[in-house]
């Protein structure tokens, strides 16, 4: 498919991941989604998508020079992400200001947070666009950094935001359950036979919570 084809396909405003508004004090709002009809969101980790989607905003002009952008006027005020989550719709995830941001910290998954943070630091000038390449690298776009501090002090924390993560669509499942098994290998020291019937739990736990 050429690149002028796809262009002129149709947003898929019911299987897109996520949706985003920008506003301008022209009062025009430039809506878009983050796949089109009839073919394939990707990439399909949704840290590297959302990554992508403002690398390309940014490349364009839509933060700072609006005036460069066809048929704008005015400055920027905001964007909002939305997330479309199963069962709820479009939830409210996080918003970007000209200086600061705001995030919806019931929606937003931690991993996605730290991106939009190390967005807005390159927006401000603190960091170069190479922090773009961590997140296009979907292999290194791992769910969780598990070298960081201990979260989640007991087992029942950590199984609730595992729960969580799948209940709002925020990560795969085999990624959920590796992490899961690792998190307690590496801070709990051991993996107990509750931990396996947990581990085994959460797929019908996804099936489940989708239904």
Not at 52 to 58: A, F, P, T
Not at 100 to 115: A, H, K, Q, R, W
Request: hydrophobic share 30%.
């Amino acid at each position: 498919m050429s690149n002028q084809h796809f262009k002129q396909l149709k947003y898929d405003t019911q299987e897109s991941t996520f949706r985003h508004n920008i506003y301008y004090s022209c009062g025009r709002i430039v809506s878009g989604y983050t796949k089109k009809e009839g073919v394939p969101e990707t990439p399909n980790d949704k840290r590297a998508l959302l990554c992508g989607l403002l690398q390309r905003l940014n490349k364009s002009n839509y933060f700072d020079s609006p005036k460069q952008v066809k048929g704008l006027s005015g400055k920027f005020v905001k964007l909002d992400f939305f997330k479309n989550i199963r069962s709820k719709g479009w939830i409210h995830m996080v918003t970007i200001y000209p200086d600061y941001y705001e995030v919806n910290p019931d929606v937003i998954d931690p991993n996605i947070g730290n991106m939009i943070a190390q967005f807005d630091l390159f927006r401000k000038g603190e960091i170069n666009d190479t922090f773009f390449d961590r997140y296009h690298n979907t292999a290194e776009a791992v769910p969780h950094n598990l070298n960081e501090s201990k979260r989640f002090p007991t087992r029942s924390t950590l199984q609730s935001h595992c729960k969580r993560l799948l209940s709002q669509d925020l990560e795969e499942i085999g990624l959920v359950q590796h992490y899961y098994r690792s998190y307690c290998l590496q801070h709990f020291e051991e993996f107990k036979e509750v931990d396996q019937q947990f581990h085994d739990f959460l797929p019908f736990f996804k099936n489940s919570s989708q239904n």
